[in-house]
C-alpha cells in the first residue's frame, strides 16, 4: 500500500513538474518586442463579406478612430444575411479600446443578438491580466458569470493587429502573442509567409501572406488543441496602410472566409 502510494505521489509529482516546465517554455517562445514604429493606422472604414466555399453569409463594417491622443478604438457591426439568417439570426456590435503607445488592449465589449438569446461579452485589460464577465439571457432570465485569467501581456483581437501591423513583417518572421477575444486565452503563432498579388473585391494589392496557428491555453496554462480551428492564411495589403484583405480559415465546419469589400479613409493622406 505504501509502496503504491509513493508511486502515485511520485507521479503526480512528476506530472507537475513537467506541466509547469512546459508552459514556462512556451511563454518563454512569446514576442517581446514592443510595438514597432510603423505608421499607424489613418481613421477609416472598411466593409467585409463573410461566408464559406463562395458563399456569402454575413456582412460586416468596421471604423477605426483615434478620439483622443492616447487611444485607439474600433467600432464593428456585423449580421447574417439571405438565406443564412433565416436559418440563423444573428446580429454583433463590437466595440474595442486600445493604449495607441503601447498598443495594449484596456476595454473591449461585444453584444450578440440572436433569434432567442442575447449575450454580452465586457473584457477588462490590466497589467496582469483580464476580466471577463459573460451576461447571457434577458430580463429575469439574465445570468452573469465573471472570471479573471492572470498573464501579462495580453491581445484582445483589436489591439492584435494593432500589434503585429507594427511589426517589420519580413518574410519567414515569426510572431507569437497571447490573444483572449472572449472568454478563453490562445497562444496564436503567425508567421509570414512571403509576399504575392491578390485580387478582392475592393482591388488588387500586393499583400503580404500570413499564416495563423492557435493553441488554447488552460487553467493551468498549458497549451491545448484547439479542435474548432486548424489553421488560418491572411492577407494584409503590402503598403502604408496594411489593410486586412482576406481571411481563408480552415475550421470545424470547412473553410471560411473574410474579405474586403471596399474601405473610406476619414482624412486624405
Same mark, same amino acid.
Given at each position: 500500500m505504501f509502496h503504491r502510494r509513493s508511486t502515485q505521489w511520485?507521479?503526480?509529482?512528476?506530472?507537475? &513538474?513537467?506541466a509547469g516546465s512546459l508552459a514556462a517554455n512556451w511563454q518563454a517562445t512569446v514576442s517581446r518586442d514592443p510595438a514597432g514604429n510603423f505608421p499607424e493606422w489613418r481613421p477609416l472604414r472598411a466593409f467585409y463579406r463573410f $461566408?464559406?466555399? $463562395? &458563399? =456569402?453569409?454575413a456582412t460586416g463594417e468596421v471604423h477605426f478612430t483615434k478620439p483622443s491622443g492616447d487611444k485607439f478604438q474600433l467600432d464593428g457591426t456585423g449580421r447574417t444575411i439571405g438565406l443564412v439568417r433565416l436559418l440563423w439570426k444573428l446580429d454583433v456590435t463590437h466595440r474595442a479600446v486600445a493604449n495607441a503607445e503601447t498598443l495594449h488592449p484596456i476595454e473591449t465589449q461585444q453584444t450578440e443578438n440572436y433569434r432567442s438569446k442575447k449575450i454580452a461579452t465586457h473584457l477588462t485589460f490590466t497589467n496582469s491580466g483580464v476580466t471577463a464577465a459573460k451576461t447571457e439571457g434577458e430580463g429575469d432570465a439574465t445570468k452573469t458569470k =465573471?472570471?479573471?485569467?492572470?498573464?501579462?501581456n495580453?491581445?484582445?483581437?483589436?489591439s492584435a493587429v494593432l500589434y503585429l501591423r507594427s511589426q517589420p513583417l519580413g518574410d519567414h518572421s515569426v510572431y507569437r502573442v497571447v490573444v483572449y477575444p472572449a472568454t478563453n486565452a490562445y497562444l496564436a503563432t503567425v508567421t509570414v509567409a512571403g509576399r504575392e498579388k491578390i485580387s478582392v473585391h475592393a482591388a488588387t494589392y500586393n499583400a503580404i501572406k500570413l499564416d495563423l496557428q492557435l493553441k488554447r491555453i488552460g487553467k493551468h496554462l498549458e497549451l491545448e488543441p484547439y479542435r474548432k480551428f486548424r489553421r488560418a492564411t491572411i492577407w494584409v495589403s503590402d503598403d502604408a496602410e496594411r489593410i486586412l484583405l482576406r481571411i481563408e480559415a480552415q475550421v470545424f465546419v470547412g473553410t471560411v472566409f473574410a474579405e474586403l469589400q471596399s474601405v473610406r479613409f476619414d482624412t486624405p493622406k
Open positions: 511520485a507521479i503526480a509529482i512528476l506530472f507537475a &513538474f513537467c $461566408g464559406w466555399a $463562395g &458563399f =456569402t453569409a =465573471t472570471r479573471q485569467f492572470s498573464l501579462p495580453l491581445f484582445d483581437m483589436h
